[in-house]
């Protein structure tokens, strides 16, 4: 047994590749496996959110941006979208920046903490040299981060009793309808978008492209617990401490798992898993402890079965825990953990913007 694999044995995870009547997954049947593991995060963590609306509508387009066009470089706007819900329309806003070019351009779905452009986790210049366009949503435009009784936002648009979900899934609610949008723009190349976010809006990048399958990769940037990092044997944040400060970020049914991980009937690599057999691409930060590396890694590991089942390389990674510059990029996970503190960077940004334009 390798190193890496004792330590993946070590956490007592549950098995990926076994359905829950016990039956063993193949190639043939893991669609039906990757629902089932869906149905059990939405029941058990993030809640289960509305159908897509018929029709995700842009009802305004400004593009009067307060920054010029970047050198002449792009084209800035900001798109108001408007959804149909339960209780009448939901309107919020994004910003797309596009290069301007005569081909199709790859492009970042871009979660954000704040609406402005550029911003510190959006280094737009460095970003529209790359080729890939941005468009950038602000979370709390869709739902307020912050205890609000699911008041706010797009919360209370649908029956609670009904949809459950956290607002994790209702950020990445938004970021799937943002994609509707890209279905029908000139600029984009469909078959070539990723969906990025740094911490809690990276756990909601993962959990958007595990659900909406026409993203092809996630991007997914110090999501940590209840993110990326396997939670059995996790260090630093665990589910009593992320319930506790942010119980809205879920359903209610996780908090039965405080203090009781290794009940847990999945993990987080099954999140991972349900990409496939699309793109992941994890990034971690050495001194990211409340994260925990070491838990985003050894998931990375854990989920690769679901692509090798494919026929596809998953995860390539030597058999060692990584270190600082470490950038394994050959698989369909990629992985990458740089020095410093819990931040979305724009060396981030650029094994994001590298994997994007390589897949
Ligand atoms: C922390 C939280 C983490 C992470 C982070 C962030 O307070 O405990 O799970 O999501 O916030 O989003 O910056």
């Known amino acids: 047994m390798s190193m890496i694999e004792k330590l993946i044995e070590e956490r007592k995870l549950p098995e990926l590749l076994k359905f829950a009547d016990g039956r063993q997954v193949t190639a043939e049947n893991w669609e039906e496996r990757r629902q089932e593991i869906l149905e059990i995060l939405s029941l058990e963590e993030y809640?289960?959110?509305?159908?897509?609306?018929?029709?995700?509508?842009?009802?305004?387009?400004?593009?009067?941006?307060?920054?010029?066009?970047?050198?002449?470089?792009?084209?800035?706007?900001?798109?108001?979208?408007?959804?149909?819900?339960?209780?009448?329309?939901?309107?919020?806003?994004?910003?797309?920046?596009?290069?301007?070019?005569?081909?199709?351009?790859?492009?970042?779905v871009l979660i954000n903490f704040r609406p402005e452009v550029p911003d510190r986790y959006y280094p737009t210049e460095e970003l529209i040299d790359t080729g890939c366009a941005v468009i950038q949503l602000y979370y709390n435009d869709i739902a307020f981060d912050g205890r609000d009784d699911f008041k706010g936002g797009i919360a209370p648009m649908f029956d609670r009793k009904k949809y459950t979900w956290g607002k994790i899934r209702m950020w990445a609610w938004a970021a799937s309808r943002v994609m509707d949008y890209l279905q029908t723009a000139d600029y984009c190349d469909k078959e070539h978008v990723a969906v990025v976010g740094h911490s809690r809006l990276g756990k909601t990048a993962l959990v958007c492209a595990a659900f909406d399958t026409r993203f092809a990769m996630a991007c997914v940037n110090n999501s940590g617990c209840s993110g990326d990092s396997i939670t059995r044997g996790k260090k630093g944040e665990r589910i009593r401490q992320i319930t506790h400060n942010f119980p809205f970020w879920f359903c209610d049914n996780y908090q039965n798992y405080i203090d009781k991980e290794e009940e847990m009937p999945f993990e987080q690599h099954w999140l991972v898993a349900a990409v496939a057999p699309r793109k992941v691409a994890l990034g971690s930060a050495l001194e990211d402890e409340w994260a925990d590396p070491e838990s985003s890694y050894?998931?990375?590991?854990?989920?690769?079965?679901?692509?090798?089942?494919?026929?596809?390389?998953?995860?390539?990674?030597?058999?060692?825990?990584?270190?600082?510059?470490?950038?394994?990029?050959?698989?369909?996970?990629?992985?990458?953990?740089?020095?410093?503190k819990h931040f979305l960077s724009r060396k981030d940004w650029a094994y994001y913007a590298e994997a994007l334009k390589s897949i």
Do not use: Q
């Open 47 to 108: 809640g289960y959110a509305p159908p897509a609306p018929k029709e995700t509508k842009v009802v305004s387009e400004d593009a009067k941006m307060p920054y010029s066009d970047f050198a002449g470089k792009a084209v800035s706007k900001t798109l108001t979208f408007t959804v149909e819900t339960d209780c009448g329309e939901f309107t919020f806003p994004a910003t797309e920046i596009v290069p301007i070019s005569d081909k199709p351009r790859r492009t970042f």
């Open 298 to 340: 050894l998931s990375a590991c854990a989920a690769s079965p679901a692509w090798e089942l494919n026929g596809k390389a998953g995860f390539v990674h030597p058999d060692r825990m990584p270190e600082v510059g470490d950038y394994f990029a050959e698989g369909d996970i990629k992985y990458h953990l740089r020095g410093g």
